[in-house]
């Protein structure tokens, strides 16, 4: 039996792309809408090779609400909404403040205005570790302090938080899960969705693959004066398919009035801290292939550790990161070996 409708925003993106497959897999119905501003159509195919069905797509943006209100008329059979429309590239964001706090919270207030009207039940909220900032402890858990934000960016995943948070407890006609997620990496197991970042990738993995097939000359690795066990910086590398799982679970529980708070926040981690010389390491061994890099200086901003506490997540939501990091290498290095097929990259 086909279950409910599922609005998934920035359905054509990278995790967008991989939670519009589970949530296929699992039943649900999705139209997504996606500006295209860091996306492809073409990733709609990809989406229809992996699951047999294709989709329903509109073209538009979510900051427009006359936009969302017509395709709130259009689909009112929508119960769920998923929101991944949202500018994420950290170093942009601190020159184009702007930019960052238009798209973001204005998609996100839109959003949240229609909800009511049109008889949607629930939101997944995209949120990122950033909130913590340099945390005090690691593993860092859902109870840990929110650090104030270093970019524009981090801010409006904050800012976000607290919108929601206000609009519920405003007696809103609908719930929330926030999903903190962790560093999202690799790419599904059929190489046919992943990752690909406009022009030279900010993100470790894409500048690693690109590396690896020879698109770049070399990996800098942003600084080994650290104080972590190697020098360089600690991060919790989640495969992207476990993290879009996360979603179809969080969504069902709002439909199906599981949980427990109208407003849920939880952390989407492994549990495991990597460090990026770690990281180089795994990828060679896993693949084979030599990733040339060397060592620079610190990039501002950067966090010198931070990795998750998932135990609420794991009970809770009955759900955990199960993919290995071996594996995760692979995935992401067939889906840069697809793209140069392709003729992409
Ligand atoms: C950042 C954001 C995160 C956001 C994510 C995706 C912060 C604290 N974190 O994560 O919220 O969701 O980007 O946009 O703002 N590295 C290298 N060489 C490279 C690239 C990266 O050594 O060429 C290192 C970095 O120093 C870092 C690690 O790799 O230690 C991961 O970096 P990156 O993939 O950019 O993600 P974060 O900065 O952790």
Redesign the pocket.
Known sequence: MKKERILVTGGTGYIGSHTVVELQEAGYSVVIIDNLSNSNADVIDGIERITGVRPDFVEGDCTDIAVLSKLFTDYPDIKGIINFAAS???GESMHKPILYYRNNLNTLLNLLDLMGPNGVKGIVFSS???VY?EPDENPVTEAAPIKKA??P??NT?QISEEIITDVINAGAPFKSVILR?F?PVGAHPSAEIGELPNGV?????P?LTQTAIGIRKE?????DDYNTPDG??I?DYINVVDLAKAHVIAVERMLTDKTEDKIEIFNLGTGNGVS?LELIHTFEEATGVKVPHKIVGR?A???EK?WADPAYANEVLGWKATSSLADTMRSAWAWQQKLRERGIM
């Open positions: 994420k590239a950290v990122s570790c950033t900032g270093t970019s960016y981090g995943k997620y560093n990738p900010q993100n470790l993995i500048y990996l800098s690795v942003f600084g360089s910086c991060r990026v990039r901003g950067d966090i931070v």
